[in-house]
């Protein structure tokens, strides 16, 4: 682990003798270790370490120059400060990065401690025991092709030349199970689930041992449907993962640079049902190693972004905060250009319906469980997009597992087309989000 301390002290002295005024570092450690097995053998072990510091360097014109080193001794610094200060001379003029206004603010503090990471034998032998488990739950699972036990200690600190010093360590573990299945006459099926926790002994690992198999159970004896317009469902996952495609509708940066579905005048503007309420939120309960602080030394938060379908704020670095007059939320990632990403969505009901729905009772409406191809049929700029899915049709609480089809839409008409959110969150590592009911998707099937 970086002691920040004894850097910023070190960094401070060499960047005197160098007659450098004004510089910050941003760095990122981590340790892990990972077991995959296979058919009651480990298949692979893979250990590693990684790190990487950004040190920035502005010189008496403002302007600023950048380098990245994994060297954090003295030597290592020196060079870094240096080659960072030669590059300022080549920086920009026109909107150049700068400190962020809360780089000395107080963050919040989270009570965390690092894990001392299991054995390697301890690893696999969990993970034969999951992989047992899950197929003994039914003869037709034949497989667990893909999955993974893993570890990670993570440790993350800033600091700058006016005082700024943050530092912040956490540990988390993961497993990840996929499944298959298979049928006499009928093609492979497949499903999958992924839990996460500060450590191996509260890993929910029966939890995702029984969440595969009733998925992959769930998708034997699928059948084709119509081609139409539906009412569909989107489980909590997909719905991130749809929302996640279009993060450019909140991104200050994508509307600064006219890559977004929004403007700098679509705040205050109604995008959506009333029913949905959306947040970016670090610091979620639900969010196993959430970040205190971003890349620019900025205290991580709970940024509203859809108030009962109104935009109400975009993600925010300290420049595009600057540029459209606005505070910096905590979602800037330092480095050559400073980029702007959400951190933790959370999705919840807005104003109360005039109904509840419920898949006990609905009739004939599309569940959608994971979405696929994201990165193929997805449209960021236009809006649109065209996505094969795994889900179910659904009625009256009998679900028949779909053999293969596709949902297209436009977001924009997704979001103004939702008619329940449900109550009941699903924990995703992007995000909590319940259950989202849209009417009229069109569905491409048989």
């Given at each position: 682990m970086v002691q920040v301390r004894e850097l910023a002290n070190t960094t401070a002295e060499i960047a005197q003798k160098l007659g450098i005024q004004k510089y910050d570092i941003y760095g990122s450690s981590s340790d892990s270790i990972g077991v995959e097995v296979e058919r009651g053998e480990p298949k692979q072990v893979k250990a590693s370490n990684r790190s990487s510091v950004i040190v920035r360097v502005w010189n008496a014109e403002a302007k600023m120059g950048v380098t990245s080193t994994t060297d954090v001794d003295p030597q290592g610094i020196e060079l870094a400060l240096k080659t960072a200060s030669e590059a300022s001379a080549f920086g920009v003029s026109e909107h150049a990065p700068d400190f962020s206004p809360e780089a000395t603010a107080p963050a919040a503090e989270i009570d965390r401690e690092l894990v001392a990471p299991a054995e390697v034998p301890t690893l696999i032998d969990t993970l034969l025991a999951a992989e047992n488990?899950?197929?003994?739950?039914?003869?037709?699972?034949?497989?667990?092709?893909?999955?993974?036990l893993s570890q990670r200690n993570i440790d993350r600190f800033y600091l700058n030349s006016d005082g700024?010093?943050?530092?912040?360590?956490?540990?988390y573990s993961s497993i990840y199970l996929y499944a298959k299945a298979e049928q006499e006459g009928k093609k492979p099926r497949s499903a999958g689930s992924y839990k996460v926790s500060t450590s191996l002994g509260e890993l929910d690992v029966k939890g995702c041992i029984q969440e595969t198999a009733a998925k992959t159970i769930s998708h034997l004896d699928y059948q084709k449907i119509k081609t139409g317009k539906y009412c569909v469902v989107f489980s909590g996952e997909a719905f991130l993962s749809l929302l996640g495609a279009f993060s450019n509708l909140f991104n200050a940066q994508s509307i600064l640079d006219n890559q977004s579905l929004s403007t700098p005048e679509s705040l205050g503007k109604v995008i959506a049902s009333p029913l949905l309420s959306v947040c970016d939120d670090a610091l979620h309960s639900a969010n196993v190693g959430g970040e205190t602080f971003d890349g620019e030394g900025t205290p991580t938060r709970r940024t509203p972004l859809i108030e009962e379908g109104v935009l109400t704020h975009f993600l925010h670095s300290a420049g595009t905060a600057k540029r459209m007059n606005a505070q910096p939320t905590g979602n800037a990632n330092s480095g050559a250009k400073v980029t702007v990403s959400p951190n933790f969505y959370h999705v919840f009901p807005g104003k109360a319906g005039d109904r509840e729905y419920a898949l006990e009772t609905?009739?004939?409406?599309i569940l959608?469980?994971?979405l696929s191809a994201l990165h193929a049929g997805v449209s960021p700029l236009q809006g649109s997009f065209s996505l094969p899915f795994d889900g179910w049709l659904v009625n009256k609480g009998d679900r028949t597992s779909i053999d293969s089809a596709t949902v297209a839409g436009d977001f924009c008409e997704v979001l103004k087309s939702i008619i329940y959110v449900e109550?009941?969150?699903?924990?995703?590592?992007?995000?909590?989000?319940?259950?989202?009911?849209?009417e009229g998707l069109s569905i491409t099937g048989e």
């Open positions: 488990e899950l197929i003994a739950a039914h003869p037709a699972i034949e497989s667990v092709p893909y999955n993974g700024a010093l943050r530092d912040e360590a956490c540990s609905a009739e004939n409406v959608i469980d994971d109550s009941e969150p699903d924990i995703t590592p992007g995000g909590v989000c319940p259950r989202i009911w849209v």
